[in-house]
C-alpha cells in the first residue's frame, strides 16, 4: 500500500509557481505493478522521487507499508565524488544488506571494469543508469520504482536487464514509467493517470492507456 495524504509540489519557473502535484489524495494497493502514464512534464519523475524520498514534498506525506526502491536509473541517487564501489558499499550498509554480495553482484552486473573503482562524476549517464540499475536489482524491494529501466546499454545489457528485472517482478511489484506501451504491458497490470496535478487509479492497465491516449489526443 502506498497512500498520498494531501501531497503537493511546485517548482519556481522563471519566477512563477508552477505546480505538479497539487493537493494529491490516493490509496494504491498492495501488490500490483502500475504503469504511471502521464504527458511530459507531468511530473512522473517528481512523483517517484518523491515515493522514493530522494525529494521532498511542499507539504503532505507518503505513507508506504512496505520497502521501496530509490528511482531506478536515476543518477542522483549516488555521491559523485565517491567511487561506484564506495556508493555500493555506503548502500549496503543504508539498507542492511550483505555488503560483500551486494559489491560482488553490482560490479559483475554493471559491467564498469576498472570504472568501478572510479569517482561516480566520471561517469557518463548510461553508466550511473547501469550501476543504480544493478545496486537496486542486488537489493529485494516490495516495490520497484523504474524509469525506461532496460532501455539502459547496448542489445546484450538490455536483454541481460530485462532478465533480472523479469526475475525479481515474480516476488515484487513496481511503479513503472515508460513510453513503450508494449513494455507497460508486459510488466504490469494496473494503471495511474498524472494529469494536472491529479492521479486517477485504474484496476485495468487498458483502461489506463486508453485514458492516457484520449488525454495525448
Not at 16 to 35: C, F, H, M, Q, Y
Not at 90 to 99: K, L, S
Not at 138 to 151: C, K, P, R, S
Not at 173 to 200: P, T, Y
Amino acid at each position: 500500500m502506498i497512500r498520498f495524504e494531501n501531497l503537493t509540489k511546485s517548482f519556481r519557473l522563471r519566477g512563477e509557481r508552477k505546480v505538479v502535484i497539487d493537493n494529491l489524495n490516493l490509496t494504491l494497493p498492495t501488490g500490483r505493478s502500475l504503469a504511471l502514464l502521464g504527458r511530459n512534464g507531468a511530473g512522473k519523475s517528481t512523483l517517484l522521487q518523491m515515493i522514493a524520498g530522494t525529494m521532498r514534498p511542499d507539504s503532505g506525506r507518503i505513507v508506504s507499508d512496505g520497502t521501496l526502491s530509490w528511482p531506478v536509473g536515476f543518477g542522483g541517487s549516488f555521491h559523485g565524488e565517491l567511487t561506484g564501489a564506495q556508493n555500493i558499499r555506503f548502500i549496503a550498509r543504508i539498507y542492511g544488506v550483505d555488503t560483500r554480495q551486494l559489491m560482488d553482484f553490482v560490479e559483475d552486473f554493471a559491467e564498469l571494469g576498472k570504472s568501478f573503482h572510479m569517482p561516480v562524476r566520471s561517469y557518463s549517464s548510461g553508466m550511473r543508469s547501469r550501476l543504480t540499475f544493478g545496486a537496486s536489482m542486488g537489493i529485494h524491494f516490495d516495490t520497484y520504482l523504474v524509469d525506461e529501466v532496460t532501455a539502459v546499454g547496448d542489445a546484450v545489457f538490455r536483454r541481460k536487464s530485462r532478465a533480472v528485472f523479469v526475475d525479481r517482478m515474480k516476488y515484487s511489484s513496481a511503479i513503472m514509467v515508460s513510453h513503450s506501451m508494449n513494455q507497460l504491458r508486459e510488466f504490469c497490470d494496473s494503471g495511474i493517470v498524472l494529469e494536472n496535478g491529479q492521479m486517477q487509479y485504474f484496476d485495468d492497465l487498458e483502461d489506463a492507456i486508453a485514458t492516457h491516449l484520449a488525454i495525448m489526443g
